[in-house]
């Protein structure tokens, strides 16, 4: 009766009366509010004033940066109740086999999550390289879109499923580098919206699914994508005009570690003297 009767409800339905389809899950979109706020500089840093603390050795370094120097000092002991013991280690456990719906739920989620590497050449075409997941095999592509125009996304919606997506990518103006530069890239000539498989099985639907996802995406959304991407460049060029006028001053970092109950550093009544005991 369970199977019977959809197929006879959907008999009596005249042709106005049909149900719509589901829209909503042949939806391909971006859920996010693609909005990048204004920039503000940041606050001043608060200077902490470090409590009065009897210390008994201390060595300072400078960090790679060279404009900060590192000071570690040890202090006197602890007047704070001691740490709880460690916990007793829980036993492991045999790992259990998985079952076909948790098999089914890994592979599903390692189709959904998409991390790409890409260079974009002014802003028309974009080289790009993936992994995939399942066999670990490593592709690589020319396409005639712009696939930076998803950076900043941690994700989307095709076709009605929730994907999670992480790009790392670079632009390229072609126009400021010499002949020889580009000649030896080797752009090639694709049309818009082509996909061109250079590495990896081109006839095998995984190399090109990605691509056709991002492709999707991005034909859906372009509009969208175009106003986020341009908020999103201004804001990091006003930051990095913020940060060339404001360089970073030079600062000292203080940390203090006082010794709790049991420390070796209190069992040993001499301790090794180092620059900057006071």
Known sequence: MFLVAPTIASL?????????????????????????????????????VLPQVRIEASVTVPAKNSRTTITIQRGEASTVPDLPPPAKPVPSEQPQELTLDQIAE??????????????????????VQWTDQETGRSYQAWCGFDVSLLAGLGGFVHKGEDYQFFLMHSSVETEKLDKATIKELGIPEIT???????????TDPAATAPLRVIQDVITADKQRLLTYQEAREKYQQKCAEW?????????????????????????????????GIR
């Open 192 to 202: 818009s919206g082509q996909i061109l498989i250079t590495q990896g099985n081109a």
């Open 106 to 127: 890994i592979k599903w989620q390692r189709q959904h999550s998409l991390s790409l590497g890409a260079t974009v050449f002014n802003h028309k075409i974009s080289q």
């Open 12 to 48: 009596v339905f005249s042709q106005d009366e049909k149900p719509a389809p589901d829209l909503e899950a042949a939806r391909t979109y971006i859920p996010e509010v693609l909005e990048f706020p204004e920039f503000s500089p940041r606050a001043p840093l608060v200077v902490k």
């Open 243 to 275: 940060h060339k006028a404001h360089p970073p001053v030079p600062r000292d970092e203080t940390f203090i570690f006082r010794p709790h109950r049991g420390s070796r550093y209190l069992a040993n009544s001499k301790p090794e003297q180092k620059g």
